[in-house]
């Protein structure tokens, strides 16, 4: 019999703010946190905004001399780790250490660095790299780090499948934990690619909002007046544990997580499948290993990118899959007020969606003035949305055709 799986601590950083409470109350106002872009200097780039986190205090999180040792996406997602690990109160102790977890996904990991060196090296040779340089770069280090932190033995890696690296990352610890291979799993997803290669590469791409006026209102999904995405940094940490040992040490429940679908589209690098049947075959993989009728979610936390193809798709996948009853959920991209996160986007909106849940109440997508005729959803427009909130799904798509969904439902005891 599968075990029972419980999230007991949330944990975000995102373009709203650092802290779970105030990104998430930042969602509820409907608030933009896209802007010009303060990284580096965009003015020669066709896209010249992003979500940058402004307020992040990384002297609260990390010792100084530790923080050169990471880039910044590591410096995000050990943040998000430290706001999940004491919301949850769980401590690692001796007893529970090897029968803990980390997984936590990102899709480009540490660009930043790479460039900076990149320049270092030919401006003033090899010698001047940093000995931390690889640590600082490679995806696997932000768990690691993680680990270190906390001293967790168990499972320790990071996925990297673009931008449902962060999904993927919580359903592969939800089913280690219901397997009955460990006990808790430290899970989400981290990003931060606003450098010159990040939005130069993704814009000569053609992906990239260029509102650059209305930072605002740049990031519109299933908004027939779209253009494109807008890239956001930021992570998105849960903490998950078998059910019973949640409930032993009295442990908040925000939900439990019940259900996860992953699928390939085995289309195109970067496009998805025409008829949205890989997203759809995803949704429908995450409702079976839930065990949950389609008329039972309520809320769908939708991918949502903003571009033509993923929200029209999308959208047609959702229909496929729910039938008369898609047209009675509520379905939301919260990555119109946060941006894109790529990796990190399916942790961030695996927190959001537990949140819903817990709260009883659905952020909007805010910036949906002109509806696409071929996006006919409810998708919340523009005013978050009280109500009854039982079962929800996350979903998450990725370049290369990669897809994950997780479904999440409210704890009840029986």
């Known amino acids: 019999m599968n075990r029972r799986v419980a999230v007991t601590g949330l944990g975000l950083v995102t373009p709203l703010g650092t802290g779970t409470e105030k990104s998430w109350n930042g969602l509820l106002e409907g608030r933009s946190g896209i802007k010009r872009i303060t990284l580096f200097d965009a003015s020669a780039f066709s896209c010249r905004i992003a979500g940058e986190i402004q307020d992040f205090d990384i002297d609260r999180f990390i010792e100084v001399k530790e923080q050169k040792k990471m880039d910044r996406f590591i410096h995000f997602g050990l943040a998000a780790a430290i706001i999940a690990m004491e919301d949850s109160g769980l401590k690692i102790t001796q007893e529970n250490a090897e029968k803990t977890g980390v997984i936590v996904g990102s899709g480009m990991g540490g660009l930043p ?12 040779g090899p010698k001047r790299i940093s000995p931390f340089f690889i640590p600082m770069t490679i995806i696997n280090l932000v768990s ?21 690296s962060g999904t993927h990352a919580i359903g592969d610890a939800f089913k280690m934990i219901q397997r009955g291979e460990v006990e808790a799993m430290i899970a989400g997803g981290t990003e931060s690619v606003i450098t010159p290669l990040g939005i130069g590469g993704f814009a000569s791409m053609k992906t990239l909002s260029t509102r650059n006026d209305e930072p605002e209102k740049a990031s519109r999904p299933f908004d027939m007046d779209r253009d494109g995405f807008v890239m956001g940094e930021g992570a998105g940490i849960l903490i998950l544990e078998e059910m019973e040992s949640a409930l032993k040490r009295d442990a908040k429940i925000y939900a439990e997580i019940i259900g996860y679908g992953r699928t390939c589209d085995a ?3 970067t496009s998805p499948s025409p008829d949205g049947e890989g997203a759809a075959r995803c949704m ?3 409702l ?4 949950a009728a389609p008329e ?10 903003s571009t033509k193809y993923n929200d029209e798709l999308e959208t047609l996948a959702i229909k496929k899959i729910f039938g008369k009853h898609a047209y009675k959920l509520a379905v939301s991209s919260t990555k119109s007020m946060i941006g894109h996160l790529l990796g990190a986007s399916g942790g961030v909106e695996g927190v959001i969606t537990v949140l819903s849940i817990f709260h009883n109440i659905i952020p909007p997508t805010i910036n949906l003035t002109t509806p696409d005729p071929q996006c006919d959803l409810d998708y919340v427009p523009n ?20 897809n994950g969904c997780i479904i999440f439902r409210k704890y009840s005891a029986s």
């Open 144 to 164: 690691g780090q993680i680990s270190i932190r906390y001293g967790v033995k168990g499972p320790n890696f990071s996925i990297a499948t673009a931008c449902a």
């Open 284 to 286: 429908k993989a995450a």
């Open 288 to 291: 079976d290993d839930s065990g």
């Open 383 to 402: 005013k978050s949305r009280a109500v009854e909130v039982n079962a929800a799904m996350s979903n998450s798509f990725g370049f290369g055709g990669t």
């Open 267 to 269: 289309y195109h690098i």
């Open 113 to 124: 660095a790479i460039e900076h060196y990149k320049e270092i090296i030919i401006q003033k």
């Open 296 to 305: 039972e979610i309520n809320y769908i936390n939708a991918h949502g990118t």
